[in-house]
C-alpha cells in the first residue's frame, strides 16, 4: 500500500509492537506528529517537558521492561536534548531507538535553520545510527534499528529523517520482525571445559556479578550457578538484582562504594568470575592491585570487553543465561573443593564489618531502610546521581531484576525523575519511587509537570543536604575542606514546588515521621514530593580513595 514516509515510520513501530513512545513536537516532525494522531488508538504519546526527560524515560521503561525504549524529537536542538540520553543509555547497554527530524535533504549541510548533524554527533554513543535519504529505505532502516539496539549487547540506535521524506511516498509491505537470537555462537566447548577446570581448582571462589546478568533475564541461573559452587557473590552498581540481596551468597556492592566485605574478598580470592560485568574503574580502582591472588574468569556476550580492562585467565563469550546453562550442564555430578573455610572467613567479615551508621536524627539510610520495608522490597527504585545513588543502592534489599534503575556508566544527574516515568509508565501496577539528591532533582524537576498530566502515582524521595553532596563529600576529604561552588543555599520550597506542579508534597524533618509520612504518600496514589531535611555532613561509606586499592578503604561513618 501507498503511505507517506510518516505513516511507514508509524506501520514499522507497530511491527516492532510498539506501543509507547516519548517526545517533543517540533517543525521537522511535524508530518511525524499528524500520524501519530492518526494511530493515537494503537500508540500512545507522551509529552515530557523537555526532550531529554523523552530520553530518560525511554530508558527507565526500557530498563524496567525490558523492551526496546522509544523517544522522538525534532532537528536542532530537539536532536541535541536528546544526546545525554542517548548516552546514559549507551553507558548502561540499554536498548533505545532515538527518531529525530531534520531539515529537508536540498537544505542538509547549509547551516539551515534548526539543522545540526545529528548523525555526527551521536556516532561514538549509539550502536549505529542511520540518515534517512531515501523514503523507499525507510522500512528497512526502521527495521534495522530495532534489530540492532537489542541484538547482542543492547544499545541506543539513532534514525535522523529529514522533514520531506516524512512527506514523500513509497509502497510500505508489512514484514515481521527478525527474531531477536541469544549469541551462542563463541560459546565453545573448549571454552567451558577451561572455566570448569578453573572452578574445580578454586578454594576461594568470588562471583562478581554485574548488569549483563541483568539484561540476559540469568537470575534463575545465577542462583544455581552460586549453590552449586557456595561461592559469595559481590555486585556492580548495574548488577543489584540479579541475585535477591537477601540471599546467603550475596555480600553486597563491590568497588568505590562497595561492604568491605565484597573488597575484601575480591582481595583474598583464589578465583574471581565475572558474570556480565565490564571491570569498570569504580569496581576496579587500581587494576595492578585488584583481585592480586586471583586468577580471572569472565563471561560476557561483548568480545570487546574481555582483557580491556583486566586481563583473564579464561573467557566464554556469549550471551550470560545460555553461558551460564552450558556451564551448569559440565558442573552436573562433578565435585568441587570445599570452600566452607572461605565462606567461614566471609561471615566474619560481614560480622565484623556491617554497612552501618550513626543513629539518633533523621539519617539518608535510615530512611532507605524504610522505604525497603515499607514496600516489602517491592518497589522499582530510580534513582538520581551521587550521594543519593549510593544510600540507595546500600540501604534498598533488590529482590529480583530490572527494579534498580540508576544511570551506572554515566552518572547523569536529573536521570531519575523521567526515567522514573518511563517504569510507571511500563509497569503500571508498580510502586515506582526516585530517590534524589536536592542538586539532581533540581535539574530536571519540571518533568513533575509530565508526572501530573498523566497522574503517575510516582514518589519522589529527596534527600536534601543543601549541597551536591558527593562533589562537597570530595571537597572535604581531598581538598581540604574547600567547598567551592557545592553548597547550595537557595531558597527553594519542594513543597510548595511540588503543590505549584499539582502533586502533593511532604516536608520530613524528624526521624519519628518517617513511616508516618512514605505511609501517606503510598496510599495517594498521586505524584508525592517528600523533602527529607537530612544532615548536611552525612557521608557516603564506604569509600575508596583514588589510586588505592579496593582493600584500602574509609570506613568511618561521619566526623
Known amino acids: 500500500m501507498l503511505l507517506t514516509g510518516a505513516e511507514i515510520l508509524i506501520e514499522c513501530l507497530l511491527e516492532q509492537q510498539v506501543d509507547t513512545i516519548f517526545g517533543y513536537p517540533g517543525g521537522a516532525v511535524l508530518n511525524i506528529y499528524d500520524a501519530l494522531a492518526k494511530y493515537s488508538d494503537r500508540i500512545t504519546h507522551y509529552l515530557p517537558s523537555h526532550e531529554q526527560g523523552a530520553a530518560h524515560a525511554a530508558d527507565g521503561y526500557a530498563r524496567s521492561t525490558g523492551k526496546v525504549g522509544v523517544c522522538l524529537a525534532t532537528s536542532g536542538p530537539g536532536a541535541t536534548n536528546l544526546v545525554t540520553g542517548i548516552a546514559t543509555a549507551y553507558m548502561d547497554s540499554v536498548p533505545l531507538v532515538a527518531i529525530t527530524g531534520n531539515v529537508a535533504l536540498s537544505l542538509l549541510g547549509k547551516d539551515s535553520f534548526q539543522e545540526v548533524d ?34 547482542g549487547r543492547p544499545g541506543p540506535v539513532l534514525i535522523d529523517i529529514p522533514k520531506d521524506i516524512t512527506a514523500q511516498k513509497a509502497e510500505y509491505v508489512r514484514a515481521v520482525p527478525q527474531p531477536i537470537e541469544r549469541h551462542t555462537k563463541h560459546i565453545t566447548s ?7 577446570r578453573m572452578l574445580k581448582q578454586s578454594e576461594r571462589p568470588l562471583i562478581y556479578v554485574g548488569g549483563g546478568a541483568v539484561q540476559s533475564d540469568a537470575q534463575a541461573e545465577l542462583e544455581e550457578f552460586v549453590d552449586i559452587l557456595k561461592a559469595p557473590v559481590a555486585s556492580s552498581l548495574m548488577g543489584l538484582g540479579a541475585l535477591p540481596s537477601t540471599n546467603p551468597y550475596f555480600c553486597g556492592l563491590i568497588g568505590m562504594h562497595g561492604t568491605r566485605t565484597s573488597n575484601l574478598a575480591a582481595s583474598k580470592c583464589d578465583l574471581l568470575i565475572a558474570i556480565g560485568a565490564r571491570f569498570s574503574d569504580r569496581v576496579v580502582s587500581n587494576p595492578k592491585r585488584f583481585a592480586p591472588n586471583a586468577s580471572i574468569l569472565q563471561i560476557d556476550i561483548d568480545p570487546a570487553e574481555i582483557n580491556k580492562n583486566i586481563q583473564t585467565h579464561g573467557y566464554i563469550i556469549g550471551d550470560v543465561k545460555i553461558a551460564l546453562q552450558k556451564l551448569l550442564e559440565a558442573m552436573a555430578d562433578e565435585e568441587f573443593k ?19 551508621y550513626r543513629d539518633g536524627i533523621l539519617r539518608p539510610q535510615y530512611i532507605v531502610e524504610r522505604i525497603c520495608a515499607l514496600t516489602k522490597g517491592e518497589a522499582l527504585i530510580t534513582t538520581e546521581v551521587g550521594q543519593n545513588q549510593i544510600w540507595a543502592a546500600q540501604y534498598y534489599q533488590f529482590s529480583r531484576p530490572r527494579t534498580f534503575i540508576s544511570s551506572g556508566g554515566l552518572g547523569t544527574m536529573g536521570f531519575g525523575l523521567g526515567a522514573a516515568i518511563g517504569a510507571q509508565i511500563g509497569n503500571p501496577d508498580k510502586t ?18 509530565t508526572a501530573v498530566e498523566y497522574e503517575l502515582p510516582i514518589i519522589v524521595v529527596i534527600l536534601n543536604n543543601h549541597a551536591l553532596g558527593m562533589v562537597k563529600q570530595w571537597q572535604d576529604l581531598f581538598y581540604d575542606r574547600r567547598f567551592s561552588q557545592s553548597i547550595i543555599e537557595r531558597q527553594t520550597d519542594f513543597v510548595k514546588l511540588a503543590e505549584a506542579y499539582g502533586a502533593v508534597g511532604f516536608n520530613l524533618t524528624r526521624k519519628e515521621d518517617v513511616d508516618e509520612v512514605i505511609t501517606a504518600a503510598l496510599a495517594a496514589k498521586r505524584p508525592v514530593v517528600i523533602n527529607c531535611e537530612i544532615d548536611p555532613e552525612d557521608k557516603v561509606f564506604p569509600f575508596i580513595p583514588p589510586g588505592a586499592a579496593v582493600d584500602e578503604l574509609i570506613m568511618e561513618v561521619n566526623q
Open 190 to 196: 573448549a571454552a567451558v571445559e577451561k572455566a570448569l
Open 118 to 151: 545529528i548523525t555526527g554527533i551521536t556516532m561514538p554513543i549509539t550502536k549505529h545510527n542511520f540518515i534517512v535519504k531515501n523514503v523507499e529505505e525507510l522500512a528497512s532502516i526502521v527495521r534495522k534499528a530495532f534489530f540492532i539496539a537489542q541484538d
Open 432 to 449: 515506582v519511587i526516585n530517590i534524589a539528591g536536592d542538586g539532581s532533582f533540581r535539574m530536571n524537576c519540571n518533568e513533575l509537570a
Open 338 to 356: 570445599d570452600t566452607s573455610p572461605w565462606l567461614t572467613q566471609i561471615n566474619e567479615w560481614r560480622e565484623k564489618y556491617p554497612l552501618t
